[in-house]
């Protein structure tokens, strides 16, 4: 029987980043006089920061000359951010567990640059476990786009449709799904209810509640 994988996203499903990269995002933006909601940040979550500067520079008519300086002090403030006050999400010490148990391979596939992967990577220790790791900052395209599950994949020498993944965002979601994967998500509390979830294979509200029950029926 063939080997099957698991891949996780990083911000926000095995580590509470998203806030930090919240909070990063929109102070940039700030320093061109844009005012950025929850609401309009939340659409664009998920993205690699070139895209989401692209995005909200597009949307709001800023000089894209700027947009090298806005990435690099995007990424820096959300690093340390992230190192200094980043904690682990409910359920990661139990969902790592759960798929070592299943000899499952285990990748990281994240649109973070490399340098935070390995800061989260070693915050949390998970390191000795991780078969494959995937930035999509070292990538041409990123999510949506299915290539980080795909080049993740091949790191875990496994067909795309063996592989399930665990995002949080849609934007991540569409990109597993891009890929021929199964696809769990765990949505921030504030989008649990909202209708897009029902593109996944299986919506939880925390990373706790996964158990060997759910894996069956996400591969009948």
Not at 10 to 19: K, Q, T
Not at 52 to 70: M, S
Not at 213 to 219: N, S, T, V
Request: with cysteine; glycine share 6%.
């Amino acid at each position: 029987m063939p080997k099957k994988a698991v891949i996780f996203d990083m911000d926000g499903l095995l580590i509470d980043s998203e806030p930090y990269w919240q909070e990063a995002g929109i102070e940039t933006l700030a320093q061109f006089g844009i005012r950025l909601t929850t609401e309009q940040y939340h659409t664009s979550t998920g993205l690699r920061t070139i895209e989401w500067i692209e995005h909200w520079f597009n949307h709001f008519g800023v000089d894209h000359a700027n947009a090298p300086a806005a990435i690099s002090t995007i990424e820096e403030a959300a690093l340390e951010k992230i190192r200094q006050k980043g904690q682990p999400m409910p359920g990661v010490e139990h969902i790592i567990n759960f798929f070592l148990q299943q000899d499952y391979k285990i990748g990281l596939a994240s649109s973070s640059p490399m340098k935070l992967i390995n800061v989260v990577v070693e915050k949390l220790g998970i390191g000795p476990y991780l078969h494959g790791i995937s930035s999509a900052g070292q990538l041409p395209y990123g999510k949506p786009h299915p290539q980080v599950f795909i080049e993740c994949a091949a790191q875990l020498k496994a067909a795309p449709f063996h592989c399930l993944c665990f995002e949080d965002s849609f934007n991540g979601l569409i990109a597993a799904k891009a890929a021929k994967m199964k696809c769990v998500v765990v949505p921030a509390p504030e989008q649990y209810a909202e209708a897009k979830w029902g593109a996944a294979d299986l919506k939880l509200s925390s990373l706790v509640n996964f158990n060997e029950l759910l894996l069956q029926a996400i591969w009948k």
